[in-house]
């Protein structure tokens, strides 16, 4: 058995005692300073004495149950007992397997300090005090497409990340010549590119409190400066999140608005779709319907930057300049766009629309799998297996895998 004191009779004494596993942990007594508590016992029978009572004791540890365990640490190092011997229960660093559930408690008390840090970090921008980007909203965005069929490349945390060259191993590593290409479509001053950074600044409370923590807490710190850095206050941007209208969102009314104008921008049109292997958009669903037609060009479901000359000469090759070209690869796709739209085409980054298309169809309250389709924000097992292959199969007319 592991022999132990807890040190501190207080509030927190009863709490510490019930995380104690008591099947491999003997509880010796609690020490404190008090001495009027000096003699009595707990309701569970352990007593109270004073610290020096155990100069002379053997024993493994001593846990301090005070959250303000900093003078108590310091009487023990006084009395001459080792630090290892000392394990604070308030401690965010002091983790041992003597707590039955401490660590999960802990985890969720650091989650919440952490909360508060990102809440407050983010709470002059929400509230106007330090200056935003100028963003127009998804609706004015799409209204705009459709009045003069100009272009979409869109920046969100993905995009700005292969910008400063991190890592985002799950679909794009990081590369040097991608990293110059997007800084180069975010400084574009072209009237028929529009150019989406994701609104991550102002007007959080319409997002789900989950979403707007998420993105307070990606938002943090140096990420916020660095992004701010890039951006030019002179100018005006489009809502990146104009793809992700429905689950981030409290209101669903504005996927309501959002979806139809989608649809008014492909009704009668030749659409090519240029997604990653398994993304499928429009399958299963009846998001592409008003499109007089769809082709399929498909491209690597991670990594398609290593395959961009193909897949951008694969386009030129087989698309009419009149097609309306729907992409959906990552940070490949607004770079793609990009040099589309110069080329002639009307080009479209449309991310993850078709996921949230189908979430918002299920009424969906979080981020579920969708059979046949590979979504990266879920966890767990997907099933690509599609029952009836024959349309979709019909639409491609070129792999690039």
């Keep these: 058995m592991i022999q132990i004191y807890i040190w501190g009779a207080g509030h927190y004494v009863q709490q510490v005692i019930d995380e104690i596993?008591?099947?491999?942990?003997?509880?010796?007594?609690?020490?404190?300073?008090?001495?009027?508590?000096?003699?009595?016992?707990?309701?569970?029978?352990?007593?109270?004495?004073?610290?020096?009572?155990?100069?002379?004791?053997?024993?493994d540890y001593i846990i301090i149950s005070v959250k303000k365990h900093k003078p108590i640490e310091m009487e023990c190092v006084k009395r001459g007992i080792p630090l290892e011997k000392v394990i604070s229960y308030w401690k965010e660093t002091d983790e041992h397997s003597i707590f039955k559930n401490r660590?999960?408690?802990?985890?969720?008390?650091?989650?919440?300090?952490?909360?508060?840090?990102?809440?407050?970090?983010?709470m002059p921008y929400e509230y106007g005090i330090q200056p935003s980007p100028k963003i127009l909203s998804a609706a004015h965005l799409l209204k705009k497409i459709i009045r003069?069929?100009?272009?979409?490349?869109?920046?969100?945390?993905?995009?700005?990340?292969?910008?400063?060259?991190?890592?985002?191993?799950?679909?794009?590593?990081?590369?040097?010549?991608?990293?110059?290409?997007l800084k180069e479509v975010l400084a574009s001053k072209d009237d028929m590119i529009n150019i989406a950074i994701s609104q991550n600044f102002t007007g959080l409370e319409r997002y789900k409190e989950r979403s707007a923590d998420g993105i307070r807490e990606y938002m943090f710190g140096e990420t916020r400066k660095s992004i701010l850095g890039m951006i030019d206050e002179s100018r005006v941007y489009y809502n990146a999140y104009v793809t992700?209208?429905?689950?981030?969102?409290?209101?669903?009314?504005n996927a309501d608005e959002i979806f139809p104008l989608f649809k008014k921008i492909w009704k009668g049109r030749d659409v090519l779709i240029v997604e990653g292997e398994f993304s499928r958009i429009g399958i299963g669903n009846d998001l592409l319907e008003d499109a007089c037609s769809v082709s399929r060009v498909l491209c690597p479901?991670?990594?398609?930057?290593?395959?961009?000359?193909?897949?951008?000469?694969?386009?030129?090759?087989?698309?009419?300049?009149?097609?309306?070209?729907c992409i959906s690869l990552g940070p490949c796709a607004t770079v793609l766009a990009y040099d589309l739209a110069k080329e002639g085409y009307q080009a479209l980054d449309i991310g993850q629309l078709d996921n949230e298309y189908e979430w918002y169809m299920r009424g969906a309250e979080t981020q579920i799998a969708i059979p046949g389709k590979m979504i990266a924000e879920v966890v767990g097992e997907q099933t690509f297996e599609l029952a009836d292959q024959t349309e979709y199969l019909s639409q491609i007319i070129s792999r690039i895998c």
């Design 244 to 253: 992700r209208p429905y689950i981030i969102y409290k209101d669903k009314k």
């Design 148 to 181: 003069d069929h100009s272009s979409l490349c869109r920046f969100g945390d993905g995009e700005f990340e292969m910008i400063r060259k991190k890592e985002r191993p799950w679909f794009q590593k990081a590369d040097s010549v991608l990293s110059r290409r």
């Design 103 to 122: 660590g999960v408690r802990i985890e969720g008390l650091i989650r919440e300090k952490k909360l508060l840090q990102y809440r407050i970090d983010s």
């Design 301 to 325: 479901s991670k990594n398609a930057w290593n395959k961009y000359k193909e897949i951008f000469d694969t386009v030129l090759k087989t698309a009419p300049k009149e097609s309306l070209i």
């Design 21 to 59: 596993d008591e099947t491999r942990i003997d509880i010796l007594g609690i020490l404190d300073n008090d001495e009027s508590k000096q003699g009595l016992a707990l309701p569970c029978g352990i007593s109270i004495i004073s610290p020096s009572q155990i100069v002379q004791k053997e024993y």
